[in-house]
Each structure stands twice: as C-alpha cells, then as structure tokens.
C-alpha cells in the first residue's frame, strides 16, 4: 500500500462511519427513553400501613371527650366527684424518671 491509500476518503467509508454515529446516536435515545417512561414507585411494609390506619383513627378521635367531661361536671356541681390521691400519685410517679443512683 501506498500513503495516498491511506488518505483516501471514499464515499462508501464516510457513509460507513456516518451510519455507524447514527446507529449510535439511536441507541443513547433509546436508553434516555427508556429511563424516562419508568415511574418511580413507593411500597410501603405491612407496618406502614398498619400505622397509616391507626393514625386515621386517633385523627377522628375528638380532642375532648365530651361525655366524660360533662359527667365529671356533673359530679363537681352535685358534690359527688370523689378524687383518688393514691392513682394521681402512680400517675405522677410513673411519668418522672428516677435517677439510677439511688
């Protein structure tokens, strides 16, 4: 071979090298494509769930308790509310936190 062979351009190798760019252009459209059309998903465990309805719940729960409020009422006007020391002492109690030394 000569070194003007090698310098030769033919139009049937740029046609080569262009089909080549072009297949290769197809491709990363193709896979850009196909990142695209999937859709993110969330799954949530049983647990999940489980705590999204208790919380729907609670949520329904009113933040007064009429009825009982309005009993105790009762019981407050008509002298007959009796107070229990001892569980409002438990209840105290069981919400502080002793210190371990003692």
């Known amino acids: 071979m000569k070194w003007g062979d090698f310098m030769k351009i033919s139009n049937n190798k740029i046609q080569k090298i262009l089909q080549s760019y072009n297949s290769q252009q197809v491709n990363k459209k193709d896979t850009k494509t196909s990142r695209l059309s999937k859709k993110d998903e969330l799954k949530l465990s049983t647990e999940a769930k489980d705590f999204q309805t208790a919380m729907k719940a609670v949520k329904k729960i009113p933040d007064i308790r009429q009825e009982k ?34």
């Open 69 to 102: 409020v309005t009993s105790i009422k009762r019981q407050v006007e008509t002298g007959t509310y009796e107070i229990d020391s001892g569980k409002i002492v438990e209840k105290m109690l069981s919400n502080v936190e002793l210190d371990k030394r003692i």
